[in-house]
T-cell receptor, first 114, second 111 residues
Framework: SQTIHQWPATLVQPVGSPLSLECTVE??????LYWYRQAAGRGLQLLFY??????ISSEVPQNLSASRPQDRQFILSSKKLLLSDSGFYLC?????????????FGQGTRLTVV | EDKVVQSPLSLVVHEGDTVTLNCSYE??????LLWYKQEKKAPTFLFML????IEKKSGRLSSILDKKELFSILNITATQTGDSAVYLC???????????FGQGTTLQVKP
């Protein structure tokens, strides 16, 4: 069966520090991968998505970046965090490009930039 | 520009009431519409809709899609306090792999 792992669960980082959040998927190959950010009580803002290794699409210009070094690994990074980067970050995966399936979510990372 | 708009943004009802949540969308190469419920952390899947006019039902929840008018509704009958959550609508574009969400509807069910 497929599982998704996202870590860490919580993170408190000072302004200007770097960030690396990792997400890995097991039990499937060539998944679509997604990074979302959620402000309190709001919907999910799509940050990045990837349909294959090395293929990253960015939705929101900002100081974040994403990479997909392996088929089932998706990393969200920043060189210097801003206060506005605080939020709840969710990683998700779905099956293939032309297949209609639900998206499966990791448990999320609550990031507080102080 | 692809977008998903949900309404209302928040709703307060009493137990036993029926609620209707709305989701309208504009997306290139529409493939499917998804509904999720989010209580604390990760959203949990409710429905996937791909065809117009076919109702999906699970217990007290049901949903339907109108691909001509580009919207979907989620109905919850005989609401319970356990239905209190954020309900999220998302639309998947098949040629890009993009999955975009609306702002969510926060539902509070009072005893």
């Amino acid at each position: 069966s497929q599982t998704i792992h996202q870590w860490p669960a919580t993170l408190v980082q000072p302004v200007g520090s770097p960030l690396s959040l990792e997400c890995t998927v097991e039990g499937t190959s060539n998944p679509n991968l997604y990074w979302y950010r959620q402000a309190a009580g709001r919907g999910l803002q799509l940050l990045f998505y990837s349909v294959g290794i090395g293929q990253i699409s960015s939705e929101v210009p900002q100081n974040l970046s994403a990479s997909r070094p392996q088929d089932r690994q998706f990393i969200l990074s920043s060189k210097k965090l801003l206060l506005s980067d605080s939020g709840f970050y969710l990683c998700a995966w779905s099956v293939g490009l032309y297949v209609s399936t639900e998206a499966f979510f990791g448990q999320g990372t609550r990031l507080t930039v102080v | 520009e692809d977008k998903v708009v949900q309404s209302p943004l928040s709703l307060v009802v009493h137990e036993g009431d029926t609620v209707t949540l709305n989701c309208s969308y504009e997306v290139t190469n529409f493939r499917s519409l998804l509904w999720y419920k989010q209580e604390k952390k990760a959203p949990t899947f409710l429905f996937m809709l791909t065809s117009s006019g076919i109702e999906k039902k699970s217990g007290r929840l049901s949903s339907i899609l109108d691909k001509k008018e580009l919207f979907s509704i989620l109905n919850i009958t005989a609401t319970q306090t356990g239905d209190s959550a954020v309900y999220l609508c998302a639309v998947y574009s098949s040629n890009t792999g993009k999955l975009i969400f609306g702002q969510g509807t926060t539902l509070q069910v009072k005893p």
